[in-house]
C-alpha cells in the first residue's frame, strides 16, 4: 500500500527539477537512458552540465532522499554521463553530479538540491 501511495509521488521528479531549472539557460533533458542507465535529469549551463537523480522519501525511517543515492547508483550515473557526453556535439567542461531530495509529508513536499555531491 505505501509503495503505491509513493508512486503517485512520481511526478515530483519533474517538479522538483522544474523548480530549479530557471537557473539554467540552455536545454533540459528528462529521464535520459543510455544502454539501460538513467538519469532523472540532465542540464546545461554554459560550458556545464548538471547530471541529476532526483529522490523522494514519505518518511525518515530509511535515512535521507540522498541516502539512496548508493555507490553503485553513482557509478551507473557516471557511466551514464559518459555515454550521454560522447552524444553531444558541444563540449563541457564543468560536470556537476547533484541529487535533488523531495521529502513528502502529507500534501506537501519540502525540496533540498545538493549540488556536485560526488
Not at 537557473?23 to 541529476?52: C, L, P, S
Not at 514519505?58 to 553513482?74: F, I, L, R
Request: net charge negative; glycine share 8%.
Amino acid at each position: 500500500m505505501e509503495r503505491n501511495f509513493h508512486s503517485r509521488w512520481g511526478e515530483l521528479d519533474l517538479i522538483a527539477v522544474k523548480i530549479n531549472e530557471s537557473d539554467y539557460e540552455n536545454e533540459m533533458y528528462f529521464d535520459e537512458t543510455a544502454e539501460g542507465m538513467n538519469a532523472d535529469a540532465t542540464m546545461g549551463q554554459g560550458n556545464g552540465v548538471h547530471f541529476v537523480e532526483v529522490k523522494t522519501r514519505t518518511g525518515s525511517e530509511y535515512g535521507t532522499p540522498g541516502a539512496a543515492v548508493t555507490y553503485t547508483k553513482q557509478q551507473k550515473l557516471r557511466k551514464t554521463a559518459l555515454v550521454w557526453l560522447q552524444e553531444q556535439e558541444q563540449y563541457y567542461s564543468d560536470l556537476s553530479f547533484d541529487v535533488i531530495e523531495v521529502w513528502v509529508v502529507g500534501k506537501t513536499a519540502k525540496i533540498r538540491w545538493l549540488k556536485s555531491c560526488f
